[in-house]
Structure formats: C-alpha cells, structure tokens
C-alpha cells in the first residue's frame, strides 16, 4: 500500500485544516487506518484511527476537536482538525494496517505496516 498525506499548512490558533491520505496499491477497505504526529524533538504519537467498520477512536488530547473519517470508494483517510492549538504543531502521518477484524482499532504504531511521508501542521498563537 502506498500512502500519500496531504492537506498540512500554517494555520492560527483556534483555525481548521482537514488533512487526507490517499491509498494506492491494496483494497483500502481491508485496512485500519489512523494518524500519528511528531512533534520537534518528541516521540510519535497516536492520534486517532478508524477501523474497517468505520469505527473510531483518538487519543483525549484531540477528542472534541479532531475527527477522522475515511471514503472507501476513494481510498482516502481524512482527518478534520478543528480549534487547533500550538501544541498541535507537528509532522502528521497516515498509517495503514491490514486488519482481520473488523472492529480492531490500533493505537499502537508498531502495529501498522505502511506509512505516508507525513505533512507538516504549524499552528501560530
């Protein structure tokens, strides 16, 4: 599966950007999907994932303002990040996970197979 994320930009505190992930190569629908960002000088972490039943799940820090979803008939993961905050400023990476159960989210970053190339998200105060 190749993975191609876009949508990142520069935005002020309390702004929107809606980020996407489009899928190539595999049957989308098969796989979790979810997002991850680094922070300068942080670790990766979790952000939200939605499972193959279009369940989801995010981290609490985003719970409220982020929302992921995803089109099976375009083979596109986004994220709609609302009322951002600086401390959202980070690098931005889909993930893919070929999933057997349905119903599966993975918040773990070990546990999914192939990853975009990320897109930067700047949120000025």
């Known amino acids: 599966v190749q993975l191609q994320a876009s949508g990142g930009g520069l935005v002020q505190a309390g702004g929107s950007l809606r980020l996407s992930c489009a899928a190539s190569?595999?049957?989308?629908?098969?796989?979790?999907m979810g997002w991850f960002r680094q922070a300068p000088g942080k670790e990766r972490e979790f952000v939200a994932v939605i499972t193959r039943s279009a369940g989801t799940y995010s981290t609490d820090s985003v719970k409220g303002r982020f929302t992921i979803s995803r089109d099976n008939a375009k083979s596109t993961v986004y994220l709609q990040m609302n009322s951002l905050k600086p401390e959202d400023t980070a690098v931005y990476y889909c993930?893919?996970?070929?999933?057997?159960?349905?119903?599966?989210?993975?918040?773990?970053?070990?546990?999914?197979?192939?990853w975009g190339q990320g897109t930067l998200v700047t949120v000025s105060s």
């Open positions: 190569g595999r049957t989308f629908s098969n796989y979790a």
């Open positions: 993930a893919a996970r070929a999933a057997s159960s349905s119903a599966q989210p993975y918040t773990a970053s070990s546990a999914y197979e192939y």
